[in-house]
C-alpha cells in the first residue's frame, strides 16, 4: 500500500455534496467491546472500511469472535471466545489496539498482548490504563514487551481516578467495569463522543452506564450483555478535513451523516477564518468559504470539549494560505507537528518551537513531492495540495487510509483533481 501515491493538482474549488463516514475513534472500542457479548451477535451499521477498522476485525478473529462484514456493516458473534493471546505483528498493526485488554480481560480473565510502543506521534503510554486496570484487581506482569495479564477473582468495581482524561484509559475502564462486580466511578473521565458512543453502544447490549460525556462515568456491572444492533456516530475529525478542503479551496461544501455539535471547538475558527458555515436538516453541515482566508487567533488543542488534536494538523494547512499569523499550541502530543517541514517544502512559513507553532500565511503553497508524516498530517498535505499551485505528488497514503475512507474518491466527487496510483 505504501507504494500507492495520491496525485493532486491543486486549484480546484471543493463543491458539491459528500457522505461522512463513521468515526474510525467510535468503531474501534466498539468492536473491542463486541469480545464482551457472549450472548447473540452485534450488527454494527456505518462501521468505516478503513486499514484500522480491518486491523481490529483481525485481532478479533485471531481470538475467536466471528466477524463478517457486509458492506457498511459488521456483524459480530463472540459466544465462543477462544485464544487471549495477541501477537506482536496484530498489536503493531493498529496503535490503539490496547483497547482490546479491557475487554478481553473482563470477558476470559487472562491475556496476553505485546506492549503498543510508540508511534509516529511519540511515545505512547499505557501507565493510566494499567494503574486503572490493576485497581480493578488484574495482575499484570510486564516482561520482554508483553503484557501478562490475569483477573484470578475477576474484575471488582472501585473508585477510579484518571489524572489526565486519556480517551483509550476511559475507554478500558469502561470496557473492563461493564462485567465486572459491583460498581465502578471513573474520576477525570475523558468527555470525548466517542466515550459517549461506547456508553450508548454498551448500554443497547444491557450494560447500566451512567454520566458518560462528563467527567464522572458510574459503571454497575452486569453478569451478561447480549447483542445488539447499532449505528457508529460520525466521524467529526473526517468532517472537520472534508471542511478544511473546502475552506482552502473557496468551495461550498454540504456534508451530510455529520454532527456539527461534535465540531464545536473548531466552527468558530472557520468563522474567523471568514467561512459561512451552518448545521441544516437532520444531519448536515455546509461551509461556503470566502476567496481569501484570513488567520484566526490562537488555537489551543486540549481534551474534549477543547479544540481536537486531530483537527490541529488540517486547520494548521487551511491557515497556510490565510492572511495574517496564526499560533498553534499543541498540549496533547509532544510529536505533532511532523507535517510542517512537509508544509515548509511546499512554500509555507511556519516556525516552531516546542509546543509552540507560528504560521504566516502566503499568497499561495507551490505543489511538489511530499510524504505523510502521519495519519492527520497526511490529511494536512492533502489540504495543502488541494490549494498548490501546480500538481503534487503524496507518499505514505498508508497513514492516510487508516483514518479516511477512499480519500481520493470522496474528494474527486467534490470537485478536486486528485488520483490514486
Ligand atoms: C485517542 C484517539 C486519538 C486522539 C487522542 C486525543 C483513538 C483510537 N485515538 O487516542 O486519535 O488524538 O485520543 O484526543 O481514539 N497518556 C498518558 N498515559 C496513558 C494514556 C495517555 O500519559 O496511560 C497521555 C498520552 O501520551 C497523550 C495524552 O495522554 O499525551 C492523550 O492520550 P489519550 O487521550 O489516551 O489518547 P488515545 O486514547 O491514545
Not at 471543493?14 to 472500542?29: F, Q, R, S, T, Y
Not at 475523558?190 to 448500554?203: H, N, R, T
Not at 481569501?292 to 490562537?298: C, D, V
Amino acid at each position: 500500500m505504501d507504494k500507492q501515491k495520491l496525485i493532486i493538482k491543486g486549484g480546484n474549488r471543493i463543491e458539491g455534496e459528500l457522505a461522512l463516514h463513521g468515526a474510525k475513534n467510535a468503531a474501534l472500542p466498539l468492536l473491542a467491546a463486541t469480545v464482551l457479548i457472549k450472548d447473540g451477535e452485534c450488527i454494527i451499521h456505518n462501521c468505516p472500511r478503513l486499514t484500522d477498522v480491518d486491523a481490529a476485525l483481525r485481532i478479533l478473529s485471531h481470538i475467536g469472535v466471528k466477524c463478517r462484514r457486509d458492506g457498511g456493516t459488521v456483524i459480530s458473534d463472540a459466544s465462543a471466545i477462544g485464544n487471549c493471546e495477541i501477537p506482536v505483528s496484530l498489536m503493531r498493526e493498529m496503535r490503539s489496539s490496547i483497547v482490546f485488554l479491557g475487554s478481553v480481560l473482563g470477558r476470559t480473565r487472562h491475556c496476553r498482548m505485546s506492549y503498543p510502543g510508540g508511534c509516529e506521534l511519540g511515545p505512547r503510554p499505557i501507565d493510566l490504563h494499567l494503574a486503572a486496570l490493576r485497581s480493578m484487581g488484574a495482575v499484570i506482569e510486564e516482561t520482554h514487551g508483553f503484557l501478562d495479564c490475569t483477573a484470578p477473582k475477576g474484575l471488582k468495581g472501585t473508585s477510579v481516578s484518571l489524572s489526565f482524561p486519556s480517551v483509550g484509559a476511559t475507554e478500558n475502564v469502561m470496557l473492563a467495569a461493564v462485567t465486572a462486580s459491583g460498581v465502578t466511578e471513573i474520576e477525570g473521565a475523558a468527555k470525548e463522543p466517542e466515550i459517549c458512543d461506547l456508553a450508548s453502544f454498551l448500554v443497547s447490549c444491557g450494560a447500566d452506564i451512567s454520566g458518560a460525556g462528563t467527567d464522572r462515568i458510574i459503571i454497575r456491572g452486569k453478569d451478561k450483555l447480549s447483542g445488539c444492533e447499532y449505528s457508529v456516530m460520525p466521524d467529526r475529525i473526517a468532517a472537520v478535513t472534508y471542511l478544511c478542503c473546502a475552506a482552502v479551496t473557496g468551495g461550498e461544501l454540504i456534508l451530510t451523516g455529520a454532527d456539527i455539535t461534535h465540531i464545536g471547538a473548531v466552527v468558530p475558527f472557520l468563522k474567523e477564518m471568514g467561512c459561512r458555515i451552518y448545521s441544516f436538516g437532520r444531519d448536515s453541515i455546509y461551509i461556503k468559504a470566502p476567496e481569501r482566508l484570513r488567520a484566526p487567533h490562537t488555537v489551543r488543542t486540549m481534551p474534549y470539549p477543547g479544540f481536537p488534536t486531530d483537527a490541529q494538523a488540517p486547520l494548521m494547512a487551511t491557515c497556510t494560505v490565510a492572511d495574517g499569523t496564526a499560533v498553534f499550541v499543541e498540549n496533547i502530543f509532544d510529536n505533532r507537528y511532523r507535517h510542517v517541514s512537509e508544509l515548509l517544502r511546499m512554500g509555507a512559513v511556519i516556525k516552531t518551537e516546542g509546543r509552540v507553532a507560528v504560521v504566516q500565511g502566503v499568497r499561495r503553497l507551490s505543489a511538489t513531492e511530499l510524504v505523510s508524516p502521519d495519519l492527520r498530517g497526511g490529511a494536512a498535505l492533502v489540504i495543502a495540495a488541494l490549494s498548490a499551485e501546480g500538481t503534487s505528488s503524496i507518499g505514505g497514503i498508508s497513514h492516510i487510509d487508516r483514518g479516511y475512507e477512499s480519500i481520493e474518491k470522496a474528494l474527486y466527487s467534490v470537485g478536486a483533481d486528485i488520483k490514486r496510483i
